[in-house]
């Protein structure tokens, strides 16, 4: 079957921590991949895509970057976290159902920067 | 590039109401319209979508209608429930290539039973 995963689901980290938030997509081959967050419950923010291995676009400049080191893995880094990272982080993949355009999206993962 | 105008931001309505929300875009390329529903501490997921060759779509209490001309597409809730109460998302895309949707703000729709 064909589902997309993400963890984990829920992240207290200090100021000045690294973060690793992983995202894999099953079922499907070279699908398009997005990292996107929200704060404040509202509007999804695009941080990156990926149309392939290697191949990460950034849509705003920041602490964070993200790696596809293989076809159906998403990760999403920082060396050191700031308080406003704080968000739900959100990874989705367009590869489902075919590239009908509809994005997937994984269960979030909530991220408390203190 | 691709912007998108959401309104309103929030609405409230009291069940069996109806409840519209509706979106502009800027690029007249732009060819799918999905609407996307988000409920409290959950991720969004799509309710329904239009493509650009057609001028609405309904799916029992749900309806999108497109107008290309003017470039703006609106979602209809007919009967609303408690239910449906959440944040609802419009978005949109050029399908095909390396499809990256543009998203609306977002409107959140509260349901009074």
């Known amino acids: 079957s064909q589902t997309i995963h993400q963890w984990p689901a829920t992240l207290v980290q200090p100021v000045g921590s690294p973060l690793s938030l992983e995202c894999t997509v099953e079922g499907t081959s070279n699908p398009n991949l997005y990292w996107y967050r929200q704060a404040a419950g509202r509007g999804l923010q695009l941080l990156f895509y990926s149309v392939g291995i290697g191949q990460i676009s950034s849509e705003v400049p920041q602490n964070l970057s993200a790696s596809r080191p293989q076809d159906r893995q998403f990760i999403l880094s920082s060396k050191k976290l700031l308080l406003s990272d704080s968000g739900f982080y959100l990874c989705?993949?367009?590869?489902?159902?075919?590239?009908?355009?509809?994005?997937?999206f994984g269960e979030g993962s909530r991220l408390t920067v203190l | 590039g691709e912007n998108v105008e959401q309104h309103p931001s929030t609405l409230s309505v009291q069940e069996g109401d109806s409840a519209v929300i509706k979106c502009t875009y800027s690029d007249s390329a732009s060819n799918y319209f999905p609407w996307y529903k988000q409920e409290l501490g959950k991720r969004p997921q799509l309710i329904i979508d239009i493509r650009s060759n057609v001028g609405e779509k309904k799916d029992q209490r749900i309806a999108v209608t497109l107008n290309k001309t003017a470039k703006h597409f609106s979602l209809h809730i007919t009967e609303t429930q408690p239910e449906d109460s959440a944040v609802y998302f419009c978005?949109?895309?050029?399908?095909?290539?390396?499809?990256?949707?543009?998203f609306g703000r977002g409107t959140s729709l509260i349901v009074h039973p």
């Open positions: 978005a949109a895309s050029i399908k095909g290539g390396s499809y990256i949707p543009t």
């Open positions: 989705a993949t367009s590869g489902l159902a075919g590239n009908t355009g509809e994005l997937f």
